[in-house]
């Protein structure tokens, strides 16, 4: 039987901790000689943002027992997020997965470049996880990458995945295609097989209408998600590029249990220095949003678009924006009237 306070973590996410190499500013991948180091991943972005706001969270990993490996372990624990769950590798072939990263600016669009296959993460097994780890979080989280990254990776994350669902806990899930990992048909055959077991659903329209070849408007698509399964909650981004340095970004969220489909306004015209990572900063604002108020969607789509839309304004990966910040930002994008040019 589970004790009471097993729980002590609000948030659990599974994925590949990356190493993100950038050269400074606007310049090209294929020509200046210095690279800017950063940590990276999506369900770790998802584990920082929770952090910031509040949130007990962890990440389940696994890394190379070497100097990167510490340097990435340092920089993830200085954000508040828990190590508990990071195993790692001693052998000799030890890797960190790696991704190199260029802004873009119009016309020119940005550019990555992964070097992540046969990684240290790509060895995780599901015989290395602690049976506690299942009844240790309120949520788990994890994406469409982790399942993509290799047959070994997947087997042991749907695998997990269950046995969270098993345990009773929360399970959230964002699709987060990326055609240079794997196909639609593989991702929709493989996503569809563990959807039964998830709780909270992340998937964007396009992805909706070309991974799962779902028609109709975008509340038809998120409604028919949870008629084929026992879906509570699908949250959709609706992201609108008018250039590599100019965004809006919006979100709308369904509610199965209340049939209720919530929104607001747009953040419009964001001035973008970095949008790696504001939509798992979305995830960390919707998952804070949901788990601080016991499922308020309304709050959701409030914390999860103020999150997503200042994070596309600082460089790296993750974000760094706390629970005052977010809540000023949200409280200013209410106000109608005259504001201050400046945060004193």
Same mark, same amino acid.
């Given at each position: 039987?589970?004790?009471?306070?097993?729980?002590? /973590?609000?948030?659990?996410?599974?994925?590949?901790?990356?190493?993100?190499?950038?050269?400074?500013?606007?310049?090209?991948? +294929?020509?200046?000689?210095?690279?800017?180091?950063?940590?990276?991943?999506?369900?770790?972005?998802?584990?920082?943002?929770?952090?910031?706001?509040?949130?007990?969270?962890?990440?389940? +990993?696994?890394?190379?027992?070497?100097?990167?490996?510490?340097?990435?372990?340092?920089?993830?624990?200085?954000?508040?997020?828990?190590?508990?769950? /990071?195993?790692?590798?001693?052998?000799?072939?030890?890797?960190?997965?790696?991704?190199?990263?260029?802004?873009?600016?119009?016309?020119?669009?940005?550019?990555?470049?992964?070097?992540?296959?046969?990684?240290?993460?790509?060895?995780?097994?599901?015989?290395?996880?602690?049976?506690? *780890?299942?009844?240790?979080?309120?949520?788990?989280?994890?994406?469409?990458?982790?399942?993509?990254?290799?047959?070994?990776?997947?087997?042991?994350?749907?695998?997990?995945?269950?046995?969270?669902?098993?345990?009773?806990?929360?399970?959230?899930?964002?699709?987060?295609?990326?055609?240079? #990992?794997?196909?639609?048909?593989?991702?929709?055959?493989?996503? !569809?097989?563990?959807?039964?077991?998830?709780?909270?659903? /992340?998937?964007?329209?396009?992805?909706?209408?070309?991974?799962?070849?779902?028609?109709?408007?975008?509340?038809?698509?998120?409604?028919?998600?949870?008629?084929?399964?026992?879906?509570?909650?699908?949250?959709?981004?609706?992201?609108?590029?008018?250039?590599?340095?100019?965004?809006?970004?919006? +979100?709308?969220?369904?509610?199965?249990?209340?049939?209720?489909?919530?929104? !607001?306004?747009?953040?419009?015209?964001?001035? *973008?220095?970095?949008?790696?990572?504001?939509?798992?900063?979305?995830?960390?604002?919707?998952?804070?949003? #949901? #788990?601080?108020?016991?499922?308020?969607?309304?709050?959701?789509?409030?914390?999860?678009?103020?999150?997503?839309?200042?994070?596309?304004?600082?460089?790296?990966?993750?974000?760094?924006?706390?629970?005052?910040?977010? !809540?000023?930002?949200?409280?200013?994008?209410?106000?109608?009237?005259?504001?201050?040019?400046?945060?004193?």
């Amino acid at each position: 039987m589970e004790e009471k306070n097993s729980r002590n /973590f609000d948030l659990l996410t599974l994925g590949q901790v990356l190493l993100r190499l950038s050269p400074p500013d606007n310049d090209r991948l +294929s020509r200046g000689d210095t690279f800017i180091k950063q940590v990276g991943g999506a369900e770790l972005n998802v584990a920082v943002g929770a952090a910031l706001l509040g949130l007990h969270t962890g990440v389940i +990993s696994k890394l190379p027992s070497h100097d990167i490996g510490s340097f990435m372990k340092g920089k993830i624990r200085s954000f508040g997020v828990s190590d508990d769950y /990071f195993l790692y590798d001693h052998s000799p072939d030890a890797r960190v997965g790696i991704y190199y990263y260029e802004n873009g600016a119009y016309p020119r669009k940005p550019k990555v470049i992964y070097d992540r296959s046969h990684s240290s993460f790509f060895s995780l097994n599901i015989d290395e996880i602690p049976k506690q *780890v299942y009844t240790a979080s309120r949520c788990f989280h994890t994406t469409g990458i982790t399942l993509a990254l290799s047959q070994q990776v997947r087997e042991t994350a749907i695998e997990m995945l269950k046995r969270f669902k098993e345990a009773g806990t929360l399970v959230s899930f964002d699709v987060n295609f990326r055609g240079n #990992l794997w196909t639609g048909d593989q991702a929709r055959a493989c996503i !569809e097989e563990i959807l039964p077991y998830v709780d909270i659903f /992340f998937c964007s329209e396009d992805t909706a209408r070309l991974t799962f070849l779902k028609t109709g408007t975008a509340r038809e698509m998120m409604k028919s998600f949870t008629k084929e399964y026992p879906i509570s909650i699908v949250a959709s981004t609706q992201r609108v590029v008018h250039s590599p340095k100019r965004h809006t970004f919006g +979100s709308l969220i369904y509610d199965a249990a209340k049939d209720a489909y919530y929104e !607001e306004e747009p953040y419009r015209n964001i001035e *973008v220095v970095d949008r790696i990572g504001s939509g798992d900063a979305y995830i960390s604002g919707t998952l804070y949003g #949901l #788990l601080s108020s016991g499922g308020d969607c309304a709050r959701a789509v409030a914390y999860g678009n103020a999150a997503s839309a200042v994070k596309n304004t600082i460089p790296g990966d993750l974000p760094t924006s706390n629970l005052e910040e977010i !809540e000023r930002i949200i409280e200013a994008h209410k106000e109608t009237g005259a504001q201050s040019e400046m945060d004193r």
